[in-house]
Structures are given as structure tokens and as C-alpha cells.
């Protein structure tokens, strides 16, 4: 066991949720804070409400258990985000500069900071987009990821804070849901298979994206942590690449193993934004540092899914 007090801020998020429970496993029980501005009864574990927005709150409990590592996934995504956009940057900045300023004023060692492929824009190839792609978001959130990775790099550069940051694709698992973003259908759409229900999808049948199996986020978020601080590289974000796959191809692998499963689609304003974001990843530079390499892809997702969600419903809802 690594001997590290850790702080999940966001722990009741879709990647927070799984994360804090990974993160037990490696530091133990009593050593990992699960922090959210909401409470969780069903948390085994420490739990502590945090709002982000408020330093002091942070800071207070950076104190209280002497924490060296702070994983920050607070955020409003992409297509909320989008509803109210200066709430947005507000709120993404601040939670993200306190997280940076109260980690260099109490020792904090290492802080992690997602990022997203919602950093890159149109004017970044939208195949094998490199990492080092022109960056013009067009989301208020990719434009909050943007300004994130420039000030996770100065942290690191003027005050040697060990700030490590992946840019996530979409997330897709099983044990939680995601909210907000435009990624989300992904998953929305398992769900609806295994209930048996028709899933009326967002985004067109074409559009294709990439996204990651969350055994492989989490995996990848705890790798790049790891890594000896001379291997790693890249002090803005690092692209991760896993899979990428349109709506249409995600419901005909589905139908392989659910043959009646049928999916409409209603397109709305996340076209938009999806239209803007690359299709595939370079990640060159993730594998080269730190080694990374996807164990997941979309058939071998798309089976476990299934299985777990049949799980999940057949002794809850369905039954
Ligand atoms: C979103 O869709 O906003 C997120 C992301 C790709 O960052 N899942």
C-alpha cells in the first residue's frame, strides 16, 4: 500500500464515483477523502462536502487530514456548460485555481486534472489529432480545459507543483452515469438496450468520436499518476487514445447480441459541438512517456457492458 492521504473533489461524478473506490484499493480505506458539494450516504468511506468555489473549504480540509494528493474533477461539461456560459467558466476556473493555489500553499504533492478532447477545435486535423494540434475550442467548457492545461504547466514551471492532466475522451462504463456532456450517449444508449427500450440518440448516425472503456480511464488516471516525474513529458495534458466509433456502429455491435434493439435520432445542438471535435487520437506521446496502451475496444466494451448492466437491472429495476 502507497502510503499518500488523497482527495477526490467531484467523487460523486461518473469518474469520481469509480476513482474513489480504485483509489482505496491502492492507499486504503481510511486514506482516501471522497469530497462533492453534494453528500452520498451510499459512499463507504470518508466522506467530506467540499464546495470547490470556496478555497477555504478546500484548504480546511487539506489541513484536517493532511493530504498530499488531490484529484480534482469538478467540472460542468461540454453541452450543459453551454446553457450558461460565463457560470461555466466561473465555475470551472475557480474550482480549478483553488484546487492549484491551495495545493502550493500546504504541500500538497501531486494533483490531478482532467482535461478533454474538448480542448481542440476546428482548426486541429480531425483524424490522429496530434498533441501538440491547434487549440480553438468552441465550447465555453474546452475553452475552461484550454486555460486549465496552461495553468496546470505554469504551476509546474514557477512553483515545481506536480500537476499531471490526461485529455479524456468520452467515458463510457457501467457503474455510473454521465451528466452534461456530449459524449453521453454512449452510455445512455446500453442502458436503454438492456431495458429494452428504443434509444432515441442526439447526434447523427455517422458522427464518430473517441471514447475509452472506463477500466481504461481509470486505469490510464492511476498509471500517469505513477509515473516517475522525470518520465512525464507533457506538463499541459497528455491526448489518450483508446477507441472511436459513430452511433450507428456502437447500435450495430449492440444488435449483435440484442438483434431487436432499434435506435431513432433526433438531432439537437450537441451536433454542433461534436462536429468540432476530432474523431481520433494521437497519442504517441502518452505511450512513448509513461506506456500507455488501451486494453479495450468497442466489441469487448460493448460485451462487458451488457453483462454488468443486465446485472444492475435485473436485480434492481426490472425486477
Ligand atoms: C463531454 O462530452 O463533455 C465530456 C468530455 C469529452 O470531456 N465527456
Redesign the pocket.
Known amino acids: 500500500m502507497i502510503n499518500e492521504t488523497v482527495l477526490i473533489i467531484g467523487a460523486n461524478g461518473q469518474l469520481g464515483s469509480v476513482l474513489s473506490e480504485e483509489l482505496q484499493k491502492i492507499h486504503g480505506k481510511d486514506n482516501v477523502i471522497a469530497s462533492d458539494i453534494y453528500s452520498n450516504s451510499t459512499f463507504d468511506g470518508v466522506f467530506e462536502i467540499i464546495d470547490a468555489t470556496d478555497l477555504n473549504a478546500i484548504e480546511n480540509i487539506v489541513n484536517k487530514y493532511a493530504v498530499s494528493q488531490i484529484y480534482h474533477l469538478a467540472a460542468i461539461?461540454?453541452?450543459k456548460g453551454e446553457a450558461n456560459p460565463l457560470k461555466t467558466w466561473d465555475l470551472n476556473m475557480s474550482m480549478m485555481l483553488n484546487v492549484f493555489e491551495v495545493s502550493r500553499t500546504n504541500n500538497v504533492k501531486k494533483v490531478f486534472f482532467p482535461s478533454?478532447?474538448?480542448v481542440f477545435g476546428d482548426k486541429a486535423p480531425l483524424e490522429n489529432t496530434p498533441q501538440s494540434a491547434f487549440l480553438n475550442p468552441a465550447t465555453v467548457?474546452g475553452m475552461s480545459k484550454v486555460a486549465g492545461e496552461n495553468w496546470a504547466q505554469y504551476y509546474f514551471n514557477k512553483y515545481e507543483l506536480d500537476v499531471r492532466s490526461i485529455r479524456?475522451?468520452?467515458?463510457i462504463g457501467y457503474q455510473s452515469m454521465?451528466g452534461g456532456?456530449?459524449?453521453?450517449y454512449a452510455v445512455e444508449i446500453y442502458h436503454s438496450a438492456v431495458k429494452q427500450e428504443k434509444y432515441s440518440c442526439f447526434l447523427n448516425p455517422e458522427t464518430k468520436l473517441p471514447m475509452i472503456f472506463m477500466d481504461d480511464a481509470i486505469r490510464s488516471t492511476i498509471e500517469l499518476m505513477q509515473a516517475p516525474k522525470n518520465s512525464i513529458k507533457t506538463r499541459t495534458s497528455y491526448n489518450l487514445g483508446s477507441m472511436s466509433f459513430s452511433p450507428s456502429e456502437i447500435a450495430s455491435e449492440i444488435q449483435k447480441l440484442y438483434p431487436n434493439f432499434k435506435v431513432e435520432y433526433n438531432v439537437d445542438f450537441r451536433q454542433e459541438i461534436a462536429d468540432k471535435w476530432p474523431k481520433s487520437i494521437n497519442d504517441d506521446q502518452a505511450r512513448e512517456d509513461w506506456n500507455w496502451k488501451p486494453k479495450y475496444d468497442l466489441k469487448s466494451m460493448t460485451v462487458l457492458m451488457l453483462e454488468k448492466l443486465e446485472e444492475k437491472y435485473n436485480t434492481s429495476t426490472l425486477k
Not at 168 to 171: C, Q, R, S
Not at 181 to 184: A, I, K, L, M, S
Open positions: 461539461l461540454s453541452a478533454s478532447i474538448a467548457y479524456y475522451p468520452g467515458i454521465p456532456g456530449t459524449t453521453d
